[in-house]
């Protein structure tokens, strides 16, 4: 119906200016004010599109990001093989976004001292 695509876009904007707002706040380091930001667009992604949408798979890898920038690996670690495990089931292993999440994820471990769990992605 028109009211459902009306609440759907207006949902989707609201969850791009998230997005935007969080970004800048990256941008300029403040990573704990940009994390909630973050944390609620993929949220609202995760409710409005799913777990394997585009959309939702940024905004996870954002907040893995977001996370690892502070060091929180342990945290950003399950986001990472989340968005990555998506990635290899809907685009497949030489995907250039799926590439580039193996390399996010491989950086995180590398950070980690995990080399072991680095070395087979």
């Given at each position: 119906?028109?009211?459902?695509?009306?609440?759907?876009?207006?949902?989707?904007?609201?969850?791009?200016?998230?997005d935007i707002l969080a970004?800048?706040?990256?941008?300029?380091?403040?990573?704990?004010?940009?994390?909630?930001?973050?944390?609620?667009?993929?949220?609202?992604?995760?409710?409005?599109?799913?777990?394997?949408?585009?959309?939702?798979?940024?905004?996870?890898?954002?907040?893995?990001?977001?996370?690892?920038?502070?060091?929180k690996n342990d945290e950003?670690?399950?986001?990472?093989?989340?968005?990555?495990?998506?990635?290899?089931?809907?685009?497949?292993?030489?995907?250039?976004?799926?590439?580039?999440?193996?390399?996010?994820?491989?950086?995180?471990?590398?950070?980690?001292?995990?080399?072991?769990?680095a070395e087979p992605l």
């Open positions: 119906s028109a009211r459902l695509q009306a609440e759907r876009a207006k949902r989707q904007t609201s969850t791009f200016t998230l970004q800048e706040l990256q941008a300029q380091g403040k990573y704990n004010e940009a994390e909630p930001l973050y944390r609620e667009a993929l949220e609202m992604d995760r409710e409005a599109l799913g777990t394997r949408h585009p959309n939702t798979l940024i905004a996870i890898n954002n907040l893995a990001q977001v996370l690892q920038a502070q060091g950003a670690e399950p986001l990472s093989r989340e968005a990555l495990e998506v990635q290899r089931a809907t685009l497949g292993s030489r995907h250039p976004d799926t590439l580039c999440s193996i390399t996010k994820l491989g950086t995180l471990l590398h950070g980690k001292g995990d080399f072991t769990a």
